[in-house]
C-alpha cells in the first residue's frame, strides 16, 4: 500500500494471523491450556462451587487492577493502593467502633480512597513529581496512618451487610465480588473502549505533549484517574475487610506488585498508549486458574509467586527472543 | 560560599546535624558517642545497598529486586554455613557475592540485551527470586545457634574501635565515589541516563553497561545478604521485605532524579543517613514506633517536592554550556 505523509491508512481488516499474534489471543490460549490442564489432573478441579469460590482468590486486586490499567495506559503508576486500601478499611473501622451506621461504611470507604488518590494526583500533577516516586512515598504515609490510628489492636465487629457483601453470594453460587468484578469490567471496558473520555486517555499515553496540544486537559484527567483508583481501593478495601471480617495494619501487604503484575500481564505497556480491558481480564483470570489448581494440589502460596514473576518475564522476553532482536 | 550552601548535599548534611541536635536537645543519651556509632552500624547497610541503586537509576532504571536478592543470596550463604560449617568465612562471602552477582546479570541481560523495561524486569524477578527462597529453606528459619559463631561474629566484630559494617561501607562508598566520578563505566551510566539516543551515537555500549550495572547492584544486594543475616543472626523467607523502596527512598531524598542523568554518592549517602537518623532517633525521642512509616513517607514527600523546587533548572550540568541557555530533562 502506497503510503505518503498526507493519506492516513485506514483501520487493518481482520487477519488471522495477526489475530493470534496478539497478546489477548496467547492468553486466551494458556487461560485455555490451564484449564484444561488443571481439570485432567486434578479430580475435583471443574466443581462449581470450589470453582465459584475460586474467585474469591483475585475479585479484589481484579477491581483495583481495572483503574490501574487506565493509569498506567496514560503514563502514570500507583504504588500506594495497599495503603490506600488499609487506610479506607481503617477508617470504616474507626467510624464503625465510634456508632457509625452500617450503610455509612461504604461512602467513607470510597471517600477515604478517593481522598487518597487525590493527594497522589495533586502531587503528581501540581508539582510536576514523577508518580512512581510520589506513590512510594504516600504508601508509607497511608500506611503509617493506618499503624497509627490501629497501633498493635485490631477492628473487628464489622455488621452483617460487610460480610453479606465480602463473602456472600447471588443465588447462594455465584460470589457477589465476582458479580461486582464483571460488572465494573464491563463499565471500564465501554469507557475506555467506546467513549472519546478513553481515547483520549490513550492518546495522553502515547504523546502527553501532542495531546496537551491538541485541547485534552492532560492533567485534569491524570488527577481524576488517581481519584478513581484510590476510589476503586476503597470499595476492594470494603470488600475485602468485609470477607476476613476484621481490619489490621498488615492488611493487603504486598498487594501493589501482584495488581501491577496482573494490568502488565494483560498486555498493558509500561510506557503507557497501548493495552485492553479484556487482556486484564484474561489475565486476571489466567492467574486466578492457575493459582486455584495449585491450591487445589496443596502447593504453598508462595511458590505462586515464582509462577507469577516468571509468566511475567516470559510475556514480555518471549516476543523479543523469538523476533531475534539483539543488538 | 553560597553555590556550597545552595548544594542539595550540604543542604542535607546541615538537616541531619540540626535533627541530631534536637534529638540531642530532648535527649542527651542520643548524642553519646556509643549512640553514634551504633547509628553509624545501622545505616551502613541502607548505605551500601543506596550506592549501588543509585548506579542503576541513574540509568533511568530501578531495581525493584534488591531485596529479594539480598534474601536470597543472604539465605543461601546461611545455608551454605549451616551445611558446610568447616567453610572458610569469606568463601561463604564469596558465594553470597557471586550468587547475587549471577541474580543481578539475569535482570541486567533482560534489561541491557532484551532492551525490557526495567521496572517490568525487576518486577517479575522480585517474586521469582522471593519465592526461591522459599523453596531453598523449605520455608524454615535459619537460626544463630545452626550458623558458625565466626560467621555470625563477622559483621559487629570491631576493627579499630568500627565495627566491620562501618568500613566495609567507608570502602563501598570510596568505590561508588570512583566509579561514579572517574570511572569510564560510571562516567557512561550517567550518558545512558542523560540522553540514551545521544550515548548509542557516541558508541557507549549501552547494553553491556546496563548489564553490568544491574549486576554490581546485583552483587552488592548479595554481600549485604550475608551481613544482614549475620548481623540479625537469622535467615527467614521475608528478611528484609520491602526494603527495596526504603533504599530507593533514601535515593530519592538524596537528589538522585528518577528521570535518570544525575545524582551523586554523597547524596545517597546522605539520604540513607538521613532516613537512619529518622528512624533510629524516633524510640528516643518516645515517639511510638507507629509513626516512623508515616514520618518516613513524609519526609520522602518533602524531599521530592524541594527536589522538584530546586530542580526546575534540570540535570547537574556536567561542563559547562558557553552561550547556552541550559536546560536538561526534567527532575
Not at chain 1, 481439570?39 to 479484589?60: I, K
Not at chain 2, 535459619?142 to 568500627?162: D, I, N, T, W, Y
Request: positive net charge; aromatic residues 8%; contains cysteine.
Amino acid at each position: 500500500m502506497p503510503t505518503s505523509r498526507y493519506a492516513i491508512a485506514d483501520r487493518q481488516g481482520f487477519r488471522i494471523r495477526a489475530a493470534l499474534a496478539r497478546r489477548e489471543s496467547l492468553l486466551a490460549l494458556l487461560l485455555l491450556a490451564a484449564f484444561i490442564a488443571n481439570s485432567f489432573l486434578l479430580p475435583n478441579f471443574l466443581d462449581l462451587d470450589n470453582l465459584a469460590d475460586g474467585t474469591f482468590n483475585f475479585s479484589e486486586k481484579a477491581l483495583i487492577a481495572l483503574p490501574m490499567v487506565l493509569l498506567i495506559i496514560c503514563r502514570e503508576i500507583d504504588i500506594s493502593v495497599s495503603g490506600i486500601l488499609a487506610l479506607a478499611s481503617v477508617a470504616m473501622g474507626w467510624a464503625n467502633a465510634n456508632g457509625a451506621p452500617p450503610e455509612a461504611l461504604l461512602p467513607i470507604a470510597i471517600a477515604t480512597g478517593t481522598l487518597c488518590g487525590c493527594l497522589n494526583g495533586v502531587l503528581v500533577t501540581r508539582y510536576g513529581l514523577p508518580s512512581i516516586v510520589v506513590t512510594i512515598g504516600t504508601v508509607s504515609v497511608f500506611r503509617g496512618l493506618s499503624s497509627v490510628v490501629l497501633g498493635d489492636q485490631a477492628y473487628t465487629g464489622y455488621p452483617q451487610v460487610m460480610a453479606d457483601w465480602g463473602q456472600g453470594y447471588f443465588f447462594d453460587s455465584i460470589p457477589r465480588e465476582f458479580v461486582i468484578l464483571l460488572a465494573f469490567a464491563a463499565l471500564f471496558a465501554v469507557m475506555l473502549h467506546a467513549t472519546s473520555w478513553g481515547r483520549r486517555i490513550y492518546a495522553i499515553g502515547n504523546n502527553p505533549v501532542a495531546a496537551r496540544f491538541s485541547g485534552i486537559a492532560v492533567d485534569r484527567y491524570r488527577l481524576v484517574l488517581f481519584m478513581l483508583t484510590g476510589a476503586m481501593a476503597g470499595l476492594a478495601g470494603y470488600l475485602l475487610t468485609g470477607r476476613i471480617g476484621s481490619t489490621r495494619p498488615n492488611i493487603a501487604m504486598g498487594w501493589e506488585l501482584e495488581i501491577i503484575t496482573m494490568v502488565i500481564l494483560g498486555g498493558v505497556s509500561i510506557a503507557g498508549g497501548a493495552g485492553t480491558i479484556a487482556g486484564v481480564m484474561l489475565a486476571v483470570f489466567t492467574l486466578g486458574t492457575v493459582t486455584y489448581g495449585l491450591s487445589l494440589a496443596n502447593v504453598p502460596g508462595i511458590y505462586m509467586t515464582i509462577v507469577i514473576g516468571i509468566l511475567l518475564l516470559a510475556t514480555i522476553a518471549l516476543p523479543r527472543l523469538l523476533s531475534g532482536r539483539k543488538k | 560560599m553560597k553555590a556550597l550552601l545552595k548544594m542539595r548535599e550540604t543542604q542535607l548534611a546541615l538537616c541531619i546535624v540540626a535533627l541530631i541536635a534536637l534529638v540531642g536537645v530532648r535527649a542527651p543519651v542520643f548524642i553519646t558517642p556509643g549512640s553514634l556509632a551504633n547509628l553509624l552500624t545501622d545505616s551502613t547497610l541502607l548505605i551500601m545497598l543506596a550506592l549501588a541503586q543509585m548506579l542503576v537509576i541513574v540509568t533511568r532504571g530501578v531495581d525493584l529486586s534488591m531485596a529479594s536478592t539480598l534474601a536470597l543470596a543472604g539465605m543461601m550463604s546461611a545455608l551454605l554455613a549451616a551445611r558446610f560449617p568447616a567453610l572458610p568465612l569469606f568463601v561463604v562471602v564469596l558465594a553470597a557475592l557471586g550468587i547475587g552477582l549471577v541474580l543481578g546479570l539475569v535482570n541486567g541481560y533482560l534489561i541491557g540485551y532484551l532492551d525490557l523495561p526495567p521496572i517490568v524486569v525487576t518486577l517479575g524477578t522480585m517474586s521469582v527470586y522471593r519465592g526461591m527462597v522459599f523453596v531453598l529453606s523449605g520455608g524454615a528459619w535459619v537460626s544463630s545457634h545452626q550458623m558458625p559463631p565466626e560467621f555470625v561474629a563477622f559483621p559487629l566484630a570491631r576493627l579499630l574501635g568500627m565495627t566491620h559494617l562501618v568500613w566495609l561501607a567507608a570502602l563501598t562508598v570510596l568505590a561508588a565515589w570512583y566509579v561514579a566520578r572517574h570511572s569510564r563505566f560510571g562516567r557512561d551510566l550517567y550518558a545512558i541516563g542523560n540522553e540514551p539516543s545521544s550515548a548509542r551515537y557516541v558508541g557507549i555500549p549501552i547494553a553491556r553497561r546496563l548489564l553490568w550495572s544491574y549486576g554490581l547492584s546485583g552483587a552488592m544486594a548479595g554481600l549485604c545478604g550475608y551481613l544482614w543475616v549475620a548481623r540479625y543472626a537469622v535467615a527467614y523467607t521475608e528478611i528484609a521485605y520491602g526494603f527495596e523502596f526504603t533504599v530507593i527512598a533514601a535515593c530519592v531524598i538524596g537528589g538522585i532524579s528518577i528521570a535518570g542523568g544525575c545524582g551523586s554518592v554523597a547524596g545517597a549517602v546522605l539520604g540513607s543517613l538521613f532516613l537512619a537518623v529518622i528512624g533510629n532517633a524516633l524510640p528516643v525521642v518516645k515517639v511510638s514506633p507507629f509513626w516512623q512509616s508515616a514520618l518516613t513517607g513524609i519526609v520522602i514527600l518533602a524531599a521530592v517536592l524541594i527536589n522538584a523546587r530546586n530542580g526546575k533548572q534540570g540535570g547537574r550540568q556536567i561542563l559547562p554550556l558557553h552561550g547556552l541557555n541550559p536546560t536538561g530533562p526534567a527532575a
